[in-house]
């Protein structure tokens, strides 16, 4: 168990639909990222927030949006669902100070599936 | 833009058989590289990291890794496999620019083991 933990575990929806993923980070943890794991793309990086500000964005589509909230959890929110969009998400989180580098612990992931 | 390439999509070993899963990186500065085990169905666990020192890291469940800075590679080892190795393996490189710590996966190994 990382300590990671995220909601739900599946989701089935349809397209055109709008759906939030949760994350709560290992107690301490400021970082949260959110990657996005698919068949044809593997892991990408998404999103990253820090203490509750946005740090890094990677690959992460328009209708995509994600937030931090002062209690450190993190919602990823996916609007306009595409078939395209199926996929595994997993949040990680870590704690770090610039200079310094920590590892990124996996929670279970999402498993979003489009229909 | 830093990569990671895997070049074995799947391996196959004998049970008690010794295990060698290739990684090459492409980083401008020094690396910071991890390998992360995900078994069927389940969230992505850190078997090792190489940050700086010793080339030769040990890591969980008897796993070993050796950084190359020549040959820009991080090859995962293990003398003896188990049957519960079978799962895929991820290696990774973090960004540290920008304070962002983001990883870059490799696109995987599928390890199955024969009893």
């Known amino acids: 168990d990382s300590g990671v933990t995220q909601t739900p575990k599946h989701l089935i929806t349809a397209t055109g639909q709008r759906v939030t993923l949760r994350c709560s980070p290992r107690?301490?943890?400021?970082?949260v990222y959110w990657y996005q794991q698919s068949l044809d793309q593997g892991l990408q990086f998404l999103i990253q927030?820090?203490?509750?500000?946005?740090?890094a964005k990677g690959n992460i589509l328009e209708r995509f949006s994600a937030q931090q909230f002062p209690d450190l959890h993190s919602e990823l929110n996916l609007s306009s669902l595409e078939l395209g969009d199926s996929a595994l998400y997993f949040c990680a989180s870590s704690d770090h100070e610039a200079g310094t580098t920590y590892e990124q612990y996996f929670g279970p992931g999402t498993r979003l599936t489009v229909t | 833009a830093q990569s990671v390439t895997q070049p074995d999509i799947h391996i196959t070993v004998s049970e008690g058989a010794s295990l060698e899963l290739r990684c090459n990186y492409s980083y401008g500065a020094t690396p910071y590289l991890f390998w992360y085990v995900q078994s069927p169905g389940q969230g992505l666990q850190l078997l090792l990291k190489y940050f700086s020192g010793d080339t030769l890291v040990q890591g969980i469940k008897g796993f070993e890794a050796e950084f190359k800075r020549s040959q820009s590679s991080f090859n995962l080892r293990k003398p003896s496999v188990h049957w519960s190795d079978a799962a895929e393996y991820f290696c990774a490189v973090e960004d540290s620019g920008a304070g962002s710590y983001q990883l870059t996966f490799g696109k995987g190994t599928k390890l199955s083991v024969i009893p």
């Open positions: 107690s301490g943890d400021l970082s």
């Open positions: 927030y820090y203490n509750g500000e946005e740090r």
